[in-house]
T-cell receptor, first 114, second 114 residues
Framework: EAGVAQSPRYKIIEKRQSVAFWCNPISGHATLYWYQQILGQGPKLLIQFQNNGVVDDSQLPKDRFSAERLKGVDSTLKIQPAKLEDSAVYLC????????????FGPGTRLTVL | KNQVEQSPQSLIILEGKNCTLQCNYTVSPFSNLRWYKQDTGRGPVSLTIMTFSENTKSNGRYTATLDADTKQSSLHITASQLSDSASYICVVTPISGGYNKLIFGAGTRLAVHP
């Protein structure tokens, strides 16, 4: 079974630039999550999708972050404009059900904002 | 406030030695507690998952214990190997109705030296 795919693996940008990350979940998984993991901390949930609908985006900084999952499969997370404090690893995860009984994580995208 | 705290923050051991990582949580009620291993530059991978009624679960050289009375969990690694060098994250799933938002600890960074 193929795992959660993410791209790019690494990205370096300057502050105020824009960046987008892509995630393809495990086939058949209805629920998709985007997490932000700052160095030395545990992952923080940014947004959770159930199919193409948003379940929870309470911790998403909506003034600069946006995410979509238009066809209920793959998803993109965008930051515009980026700030220095956005430097982190962005993890995508998926689970079969909305309860998140078992979440499978992708390798992450390491973002560095200069 | 639901919290998960892990100790120590970091640990260095010699190859072949045993070690124990600690996790204290205030999440209540909860449906399950998991330990994840996160290699550098990779996403977290599940090691063990225990429901609130279980008190031990093994996965090879990894053994997790759970004491629901004291709200403590531990991860014991036996006969450590260089490949055990990673961050170990304790994650608790609260019961909140509907979807469940995972509560992540900050992790323990383990370094196994030859």
């Amino acid at each position: 079974e193929a795992g959660v795919a993410q791209s790019p693996r690494y990205k370096i940008i300057e502050k105020r630039q824009s960046v987008a990350f892509w995630c393809n979940p495990i086939s058949g998984h209805a629920t998709l999550y985007w997490y932000q993991q700052i160095l030395g901390q545990g992952p923080k949930l940014l947004i959770q999708f159930q199919n193409n609908g948003v379940v929870d985006d309470s911790q998403l900084p909506k003034d600069r972050f946006s995410a979509e999952r238009l066809k209920g499969v793959d998803s993109t997370l965008k930051i515009q404009p980026a700030k220095l404090e956005d430097s982190a690893v962005y993890l995508c995860a998926s689970s079969l059900d909305v309860e998140g009984t078992e979440q499978f994580f992708g390798p992450g995208t390491r973002l560095t904002v200069l | 406030k639901n919290q998960v705290e892990q100790s120590p923050q970091s640990l260095i051991i010699l190859e072949g030695k045993n070690c124990t990582l600690q996790c204290n949580y205030t999440v209540s009620p909860f449906s399950n507690l998991r330990w994840y291993k996160q290699d550098t530059g990779r996403g977290p991978v599940s090691l063990t998952i225990m429901t609130f009624s279980e008190n031990t679960k093994s996965n090879g050289r990894y053994t997790a214990t759970l004491d629901a009375d004291t709200k403590q969990s531990s991860l014991h690694i036996t006969a450590s190997q260089l490949s055990d060098s990673a961050s170990y994250i304790c994650v608790v799933t609260p019961i909140s109705g509907g979807y469940n938002k995972l509560i992540f600890g900050a992790g323990t960074r383990l370094a196994v030296h030859p």
